[in-house]
């Protein structure tokens, strides 16, 4: 009770597979989806993947993107401009730019950070995203 999975999908199937879930009653809307592209023998890291992905979506979802590896910024700024959210971080991808490993999370984060200030957006606040996410406001 009060649990919001996060889904993560790899393909057009397991999207597929998460709509016969909610159809189902075994997850609920709205839901959170996880893009995850450009791991091997998966779905790519290419605008068409991520908007063919997107599309198939259920209405009013929450979704976010991430490129694995060299399609980690590509990918958040195509998630940005596709309407969805962003995920960053050393799980994804070791490296702030070519060859240059980074010390940790924080500046991938703020990379991501200026890559969507720099297509006329912004990154929500702690607020905003418990909001987008629909949990409860912390006390």
Same mark, same amino acid.
């Given at each position: 009770?009060?649990?919001?999975?996060?889904?993560?999908?790899?393909?057009?199937?397991?999207?597929?597979?998460?709509?016969?879930?909610?159809?189902?009653?075994?997850?609920?809307?709205?839901?959170?989806?996880?893009?995850?592209?450009?791991?091997?023998?998966?779905?790519?890291?290419?605008?068409?993947?991520?908007?063919?992905?997107?599309?198939? @979506?259920?209405?009013?979802?929450?979704?976010?993107?991430?490129?694995? !590896?060299?399609?980690?910024? $590509?990918? %958040?700024?195509? =998630? &940005?401009?596709?309407?969805?959210?962003?995920?960053?971080? @050393?799980?994804?991808?070791?490296?702030?730019?070519?060859?240059?490993? !980074?010390?940790?999370?924080? $500046?991938? %984060?703020?990379? =991501? &950070?200026?890559?969507?200030?720099?297509?006329?957006?912004?990154?929500?606040?702690?607020?905003?995203?418990?909001?987008?996410?629909?949990?409860?406001?912390?006390?």
């Amino acid at each position: 009770m009060g649990v919001k999975p996060e889904i993560e999908v790899f393909d057009t199937g397991q999207i597929r597979l998460a709509r016969d879930l909610i159809d189902k009653g075994f997850l609920k809307l709205p839901a959170m989806f996880q893009l995850c592209l450009g791991i091997s023998w998966t779905a790519p890291a290419t605008t068409d993947a991520m908007l063919l992905m997107r599309n198939m @979506l259920p209405k009013d979802t929450v979704w976010a993107a991430f490129g694995i !590896s060299r399609h980690e910024f $590509p990918m %958040v700024a195509q =998630a &940005v401009i596709l309407g969805g959210h962003v995920r960053v971080g @050393l799980e994804d991808n070791l490296y702030l730019e070519r060859g240059k490993l !980074s010390p940790g999370n924080a $500046p991938l %984060v703020e990379r =991501a &950070v200026r890559i969507i200030e720099s297509i006329g957006e912004r990154p929500a606040t702690v607020a905003e995203a418990r909001q987008i996410l629909n949990l409860p406001a912390r006390n």
